[in-house]
Structures are given as structure tokens and as C-alpha cells.
């Protein structure tokens, strides 16, 4: 092979392995890391109306979390439309893991601008604010608007739901951190991570 044949071999090579490394750390940055699992079926656990609401409606996101009531585990429900519902754990879910998010909170939610929807499964911390490493870990949980988007309070970033979860106001940053085993049907909605 002649030198100039090599180099442009190289060179080919040497890009493709970058493009490749590029590639990889963007998907790996896009995706939470951390573990996840929530898993809802609607057969089994009955109706939560926000959570029916946001499965059927494009643009209307879940904010889901686990909280106890009188010694009791709930699922608790609330739309970025103020719809807000509770339902308590069945016998499975108290004995399987559950894990919501790194801080007890994931948005779910079908995008309004896709055709046909993508469903989105995000953390609900603010991935710029949000360290799991601090002692004591704060919370930044994002609060939500009618028109999809997810503020944070600390820093001002505002996401926009619909398209990633990308920054759409405030000081530039990373997007939120997505689920990438994320799932909703008639049947179930699940976020494993």
C-alpha cells in the first residue's frame, strides 16, 4: 500500500472510531444511569384518573412518586394539567422493589409534537442541580406547566417536556436525564432502568 492510500486509510479509521466514542458518550449521557422501577398495571392496581388522563392525552405529563399515608405505601398521581390522585400499594409492589427515580420522582408522558407520540420517562431532579454524591442529597425537583414544560426552582433551567427533555431557558446545561425501558399501554406503564 502507498503512503498516501495509508494515511487516507488512517485518517478514515481514526474518524470513525471518534464518531463512534462520540456517538456513545451522548446516548450514555441522554439515559440515567441510575436504577429505576416503577411498574403500574391498571388491571391489577385500578384506575388512577391523572395517570389514564396522561396515557391517553399527548401532552399531559405525570409526575409519579411514592408516599405513606397512615403506615401505608401510595402510588401518588399529578398531572401537569392539576389533575392529582393517589392509589395504594397492592400486596406485590410492597413485597417487589420499588425505586422512583433517584430521588423518589419520575415525569412521564407522551410528547405532543410526534406523530405518533413518543413516550418520555424522565427523572423528576433537575440533572444540573441534582448530586447524589452530596451529603445530604437536596432535592431539586422540577415542578411542571400546562404547556409541558419542567422548571427548577435553584437554577432557573427550564425543560421542555415534548422534545427530550432539552433546556429551553436559563443558563445553558444538560438535558433531563431520560428511562430508556420505558413503556405505556392500555394494560401497564413500567420504567425499569
Given amino acids: 500500500m502507498n503512503k498516501k492510500k495509508y494515511c487516507v486509510?488512517?485518517?478514515?479509521?481514526?474518524?470513525?472510531?471518534?464518531?463512534?466514542?462520540?456517538?456513545?458518550?451522548?446516548v450514555e449521557n441522554t439515559y440515567c444511569r441510575f436504577p429505576c422501577r416503577f411498574v403500574f398495571n391498571m388491571q391489577r392496581h385500578g384506575i388512577s384518573l391523572a395517570l389514564n388522563t396522561m396515557a391517553s392525552t399527548p401532552?399531559?405529563?405525570?409526575?409519579?412518586?411514592?408516599?405513606?399515608?397512615k403506615g401505608a405505601s401510595y402510588f401518588r398521581f399529578a398531572t401537569n394539567h392539576q389533575q392529582?390522585?393517589?392509589v395504594i400499594f397492592t400486596q406485590e409492589d410492597a413485597l417487589s422493589t420499588v425505586l422512583i427515580g433517584v430521588h423518589n420522582g419520575i415525569i412521564i408522558g407522551f410528547g405532543a409534537?410526534?406523530?405518533?407520540p413518543i413516550f418520555y420517562a424522565y427523572d423528576?431532579?433537575?440533572?444540573?442541580?441534582?448530586?447524589?454524591?452530596?451529603?445530604?442529597?437536596?432535592?431539586?425537583?422540577?415542578?411542571?406547566?400546562?404547556?409541558g414544560m419542567a422548571t427548577c426552582k435553584a437554577c432557573g433551567r427550564s425543560y421542555n417536556l415534548n422534545t427530550g427533555g432539552n433546556v429551553?431557558?436559563?443558563?445553558?446545561?444538560?438535558?433531563?436525564?431520560?428511562?430508556?425501558?420505558?413503556?405505556?399501554n392500555t394494560v401497564a406503564v413500567s420504567v425499569v432502568n
Fill in 113 to 116: 409534537f410526534d406523530s405518533p
Fill in 124 to 147: 423528576a431532579q433537575c440533572r444540573n442541580c441534582f448530586d447524589p454524591d452530596a451529603i445530604p442529597v437536596k432535592d431539586y425537583r422540577l415542578s411542571m406547566n400546562t404547556a
Fill in 168 to 184: 429551553v431557558s436559563g443558563p445553558s446545561g444538560k438535558n433531563l436525564w431520560r428511562y430508556q425501558q420505558a413503556s405505556c
Fill in 84 to 86: 392529582c390522585d393517589s
Fill in 59 to 69: 401532552g399531559v405529563f405525570c409526575d409519579v412518586s411514592r408516599v405513606l399515608h
Fill in 9 to 26: 486509510a488512517l485518517a478514515t479509521s481514526c474518524l470513525s472510531v471518534l464518531l463512534l466514542l462520540s456517538s456513545c458518550t451522548e
